[in-house]
């Protein structure tokens, strides 16, 4: 159910009244009470409907806990802390995934009686007999529209390598598609599971969920081989968060509801209607989406607003030549583990880091870099302590929604976030000086975004030799996260798909020749290197190694994860631009 009460008045946590109602589940505690309080702490602040009629006051923590049981298991307590602390399994985000058997309260009765000290085998049996295993509450789906024949089939041509590749890829879709079951909808406070209205395609390997930005992707790759209504479908799942969250989650479970990721859904949506405007033009369309297209609008509004309302933390002003400009950053008020990596951020608070910093940093999808820290003395080494707050990067996708804040937003990221060379930096708020690690791929992005779209050919080409050809990340294997070997995952020597994806869609954006020609490079490298590591098993990696061709990435909280989502959609989109790869080589070229 979603209600606000017409006599009820929003506050925040801090007591500042808010003008206007938002949707937020409603819970009814037993008492003849409805407290409507928001899913998750998205900003380290609930928002709290409070009845004047009914002259009560209750804690946050006591809202939150009466309006989303689950969060007493999932997210805070006694269960999480000991099992995560006794190391019941090797990956924090098992337990976490873990649908219970009953109702949280029972769930909490029963391992108050548990003998104490707890141990390791009474808590592990306890796990075992009331949870169900992690994922049991999502079932694999083929999508209705998956096709053995794509059309990008025949316009890989006589390239029967590329055909076979591609093949594979498409036949993943059936793998990695999933739909909540019933009872996520019937009982939704015995798992962590945020119900899914539609059908979705999840990244593959641990990450059983859907995720924000990883969506992009996947709708790129769906979009390939022709299955229209399943990205729709994707789409309409995160304009749906949007309406119950007022953002989209990092991912579409619980503990994931106090913080987004890059908010990439309004270049998801324009991805599908320039689809579907491309089979009208040819006469080949066969569904209608204006249905979806009026009504997401509106929802990515709401989106926008999320972003720049400054109560909510995302917003920072800061003077650039003289004036006051507003940017963005990523940000978090919550100041507890995340449940996810529980007790990866309980030793890092151990040894003095600070989880909103973590947080904020997951926020960025980049977790964890070299990007959001200090730089260590010369005999210390990169952790999670040195993450620093007030780095700010600039959020490129959100800025295309209106055409004026993107001329703003344009303006302040060439006034204030270029070095001498005319390369992009993160920054300081505080200062406005360049971040410590700024040679980061995220420098190619605004290429990506179209901030360079109004150079005339001679200042393009003069960026492709003065910063992309002298950049130090381009290597055999693509392109290097960082120059960094932190041991994080978002540095040195890994090569995302994402930002590969970017930096040559960047490329062929400018047009010039020049760029024209290292981005064919760099996608014949990355189908080359991508193929290399895919012919032995069949598996694609969440990330590869950009140092060689065809091996998968390391580092960071978890082993490499095949699958996966956001790889595969990447590789159907270069192989589409280049259907006369070669293959047959041992090596990138």
């Not at 000991?82 to 309260?105: C, G, Y």
């Not at 979009?223 to 989209?248: G, S």
Request: aromatic share 10%; glycine share 8%; with cysteine.
């Amino acid at each position: 159910n979603y209600s606000v009460s017409s006599r009820s008045e929003i506050w925040n946590s801090d007591l500042e009244h808010t003008s206007s109602p938002v949707l937020t589940p409603t819970y009814n505690d037993g008492h003849g009470t409805d407290f409507s309080v928001a899913c998750g702490d998205r900003s380290g602040s609930i928002a709290i409907i409070i009845d004047p009629d009914l002259g009560d006051t209750i804690t946050r923590e006591a809202a939150l806990s009466r309006a989303v049981p689950g969060i007493i298991v999932y997210c805070q307590g006694e269960i999480l802390d000991a099992v995560q602390r006794l190391k019941i399994f090797n990956d924090s985000k098992t337990f976490v995934d873990m649908p219970m058997t009953a109702d949280p309260e029972q769930i909490l009765e029963a391992f108050s009686k548990l003998p104490r000290p707890l141990t390791k085998d009474t808590v592990s049996s306890f796990v075992s007999t009331l949870f169900l295993p992690a994922g049991s509450d999502v079932e694999t789906h083929i999508p209705e529209d998956w096709n053995a024949e794509p059309g990008i089939l025949a316009r890989l041509g006589s390239n029967e390598n590329a055909k076979y590749w591609a093949r594979n890829l498409n036949e993943k879709w059936k793998v990695l598609g999933r739909r909540t079951k019933d009872s996520v909808r019937l009982y939704p406070q015995r798992t962590s599971t945020l119900y899914r209205e539609k059908p979705f395609v999840v990244p593959g390997g641990r990450f059983r969920e859907s995720y924000y930005w990883d969506t992009y992707w996947i709708i790129l790759g769906l979009l390939e081989c022709d299955m229209l209504q399943t990205a729709v479908n994707m789409a309409t799942n995160l304009l749906r968060d949007v309406e119950t969250f007022k953002f989209v989650p990092n991912g579409g479970r619980l503990y994931y509801t106090n913080r987004t990721q890059p908010p990439l859904l309004t270049i998801m949506v324009k991805k599908i209607h320039d689809y579907q405007k491309s089979l009208n033009e040819r006469n080949e369309s066969k569904m209608n989406i204006d249905a979806f297209i009026k009504y997401a609008v509106p929802v990515l509004d709401d989106e926008y607003r999320y972003w720049m309302d400054e109560t909510e933390g995302h917003v920072v002003n800061v003077k650039m030549e003289g004036n006051d400009v507003k940017l963005n950053r990523f940000f978090s008020r919550e100041a507890s583990p995340r449940p996810e990596s529980y007790r990866e951020d309980a030793a890092t608070i151990d040894a003095g880091g600070n989880c909103r910093e973590i947080r904020a940093a997951a926020e960025s999808g980049w977790d964890f870099s070299s990007r959001w820290m200090k730089k260590p003395g010369n005999e210390s080494k990169y952790s999670l302590t040195m993450l620093e707050r007030g780095i700010l990067c600039p959020d490129y996708a959100k800025s295309s929604y209106y055409a004026a804040a993107a001329a703003g937003r344009k303006w302040a990221i060439f006034a204030g976030m270029r070095d001498a060379n005319g390369s992009f930096v993160d920054i300081w708020a505080s200062t406005g000086d360049p971040s410590p690690n700024s040679i980061s791929a995220a420098s190619f992005v605004p290429m990506f975004a179209g901030l360079l779209d109004d150079m005339d050919e001679k200042a393009k080409n003069e960026y492709v030799v003065n910063v992309v050809l002298k950049s130090p990340l381009l290597l055999q294997g693509g392109v290097s996260t960082t120059v960094v070997n932190s041991s994080q995952q978002w540095d040195f020597p890994n090569a995302w798909p994402p930002l590969q994806h970017m930096f040559v869609e960047g490329l062929y954006r400018l047009g010039t020749q020049m760029a024209k020609k290292i981005a064919d490079t760099y996608s014949r490298t990355w189908l080359q290197s991508g193929y290399k590591a895919w012919k032995p098993k069949g598996d694609m990696f969440e990330k590869y190694d950009a140092r060689h061709c065809g091996v998968g990435g390391g580092g960071g909280e978890y082993g490499v994860q095949i699958g996966f989502g956001w790889t595969n959609g990447v590789v159907l989109g270069l192989l589409r631009r280049h259907p006369d790869v070669d293959l047959n080589t041992t090596e990138c070229r």
